[in-house]
């Protein structure tokens, strides 16, 4: 390619202006962001994103927002890119430092790895749910995911492949003559781990650094839990037939959290009395929204499909790649 940009970055916008110019600013410290461009796909923003878009040397793309697609938009930003390597990021995020970079460049010292995915955490600030707070239990490392055939992959349990193609366009990096020639499938939602394991099913091998950290968080309002998480479910469904379930009760998760609470001592009583029944509340909603899909999911895919559309207010998704 003839050009000495090494990164071109994607991001998707809509009315992100509260959270835009820190994730701008983090990304013109990269120590390679000399070798790098910013894209941004904007779809409709009717707020302060463009005049901070306008601040930063991006590259602007503009669609309607009734064209926004996760999947297309998406290689929509690959086709007009520039670089060797695409990032994919989103407007709430932001790397953890300015190496962010160079840890995806660090997964590709393998020539066979397609792409590299990094590790979305929750940073360490109070208006953040602090039972998710990063608290690391091992030293930054590097694996890869290989299937010399579809046949091993599918031998998998229906969790054991939903683990094996976790993906994160939170923060992840691709080889972008791999992403032409395989673009993101046609979806509204889940087309990271929709892609992954497009991937594995055809041979490719993936790259996980942990080391490649960005920092996001939503905040799980209860009105926001029941179409997040159906929308999560029915992927997963979808994708590998893997139903969700509660692993532990509520009364064992209240007890892990309030010994983190408790732990926490840069919060004070108040505090962690409102995260703990943030928690709780968190926890029941949760419960609620596993236990409806599951009944949705008992009665038969057309009745999924209907509670989806009804509850994400999408239509259902079929798996289309172009």
């Not at 998707?12 to 990269?30: A, C, F, M, T, Y």
């Not at 779809?43 to 901070?52: A, E, F, K, P, Y």
């Not at 080391?211 to 999560?232: D, E, N, W």
């Not at 909603?285 to 038969?300: E, H, S, Y």
Request: glycine share 4%; with cysteine.
């Amino acid at each position: 390619m003839s050009t000495n940009i090494l990164f071109s970055i994607v991001i998707p916008v809509k009315n992100g202006d509260i959270w835009l110019e820190r994730l701008l600013e983090s990304l013109v410290q990269q120590t390679l962001f000399p070798r790098s461009e910013i894209i941004v796909v904007d779809s409709g923003s009717t707020d302060r994103s463009l005049d901070i878009i306008g601040r930063y040397p991006v590259r602007l793309i503009r669609v309607q927002p009734e064209e926004f697609n996760h999947g297309l938009t998406r290689n929509l930003g690959v086709r007009e890119a520039k670089g060797e390597y695409m990032v994919m990021t989103v407007q709430d995020a932001v790397p953890e430092s300015d190496k962010w970079l160079e840890r995806f460049l660090e997964g590709f010292a393998n020539e066979q790895v397609a792409a590299v995915c990094g590790q979305q955490v929750v940073p360490h600030e109070r208006d953040k749910n602090p039972v998710l707070w990063f608290r690391p239990v091992s030293s930054h490392r590097t694996w890869f995911c290989h299937y010399e055939n579809a046949e091993d992959f599918l031998k998998l349990s229906p969790a054991e492949q939903r683990e094996t193609a976790g993906w994160d366009n939170v923060t992840a990096a691709y080889r972008r003559s791999v992403l032409l020639e395989n673009p993101f499938p046609a979806v509204d939602f889940a087309e990271d781990i929709s892609w992954a394991r497009m991937m594995l099913l055809k041979g490719f091998t993936l790259a996980h650094v942990s080391g490649a950290i960005t920092y996001h968080y939503h905040h799980q309002l209860p009105k926001f839990i029941l179409p997040r998480y159906f929308s999560v479910f029915y992927f997963e469904f979808k994708l590998f037939g893997l139903k969700p379930a509660i692993s532990h009760s509520i009364w064992r998760n209240m007890l892990v959290a309030g010994k983190i609470l408790i732990r926490e001592s840069k919060l004070t009583w108040k505090e962690r009395a409102k995260w703990f029944l943030f928690n709780i509340r968190y926890w029941l909603v949760l419960k609620a929204t596993i236990k409806r899909f599951n009944q949705a999911a008992d009665k038969g895919e057309a009745n999924l499909d209907r509670e989806y559309q009804q509850i994400c207010k999408r239509p259902p998704q079929a798996l289309k790649y172009s």
